[in-house]
């Protein structure tokens, strides 16, 4: 079993009717009401996707939830406090690890977001140790090719 994270540089909405050509990336209205912040530059529907793509793999699926709580303590707080609601929606990585899904869909300024919070704790990040950089590495370049039109996809 893997956690598997899908980058897309673009992604263009499908208007009810039409039928995709290519691969399309389903956000569920449910997502996008219960996590706006999350989703936000993307409506609900299908999107189609094009063959430009970022890939981070984590398996076991535990590898991917213990990162998220070292990326949560990387940024001053813990992931159970994120996953309650009791870190504030600006804090660094809250989009991510108080998401607490393994599967989502992020949209473009949610990705902007993210590649800036990893950004701004590069320095910090190597003192964590090595597979929590080699993770955080992928995701920074995964978000930074995401954030402008395009989208992430945790499945």
């Known amino acids: 079993m893997h956690v598997f994270v899908f980058a897309y540089r673009t992604v263009a909405f499908v208007p009810d009717g039409e039928v995709p050509t290519a691969a399309i990336l389903w956000v569920s209205a449910e997502l ?71 599967q989502g869909v992020y949209g473009p300024e949610a990705c902007s977001n993210l590649h800036q919070d990893f950004v701004d704790f590069d320095d910090r990040a190597a003192a964590v140790g090595l597979e929590f950089q080699r993770h955080y590495e992928a995701f920074k370049d995964a978000f930074e090719f995401a954030k402008n039109g395009g989208a992430l996809q945790l499945i």
């Open 32 to 102: 996008v009401s219960t996590w706006p912040a999350i989703t936000k530059g993307l409506g609900a529907g299908r999107y189609l996707v094009d063959d430009d793509y970022h890939e981070v793999r984590f398996s076991p699926p535990i590898e991917f939830i213990i990162w998220r709580v070292q990326l949560a303590s990387l940024a001053g707080y813990t992931q159970l406090a994120a996953l309650n609601g009791d870190v504030g929606d600006d804090a660094p990585f809250v989009q991510l690890t108080g998401f607490g899904e393994q």
